[in-house]
């Protein structure tokens, strides 16, 4: 879990500073399909938590800051 956390807030910088071309070769189609990648993995993560908070499985948190 801790893993996921970390890779999840390097994506979310990467995507915050526009820099998500690092992930992939100078390919326009790569960008853009790793950007939609990234935006999907981290919804689909977010409603994950969701689920669990609602649940009750998980206490409710401050939620992280919007990607912009």
């Given at each position: 879990?801790?893993?996921?956390?970390?890779?999840?807030?390097?994506?979310?910088?990467?995507?915050?500073?526009?820099?998500?071309?690092?992930?992939v070769s100078d390919d326009e189609e790569g960008i853009e399909d790793i950007e939609k990648?990234?935006?999907?993995?981290?919804?689909f993560g977010a409603l994950?938590?969701?689920k669990l908070m609602l649940e009750g499985s998980v206490e409710v948190s401050i939620p992280p800051a919007p990607i912009v």
């Open positions: 879990m801790e893993n996921e956390i970390i890779l999840m807030e390097c994506a979310c910088d990467y995507c915050r500073r526009k820099e998500l071309h690092l992930l990648l990234l935006m999907v993995t981290l919804l994950k938590e969701v």
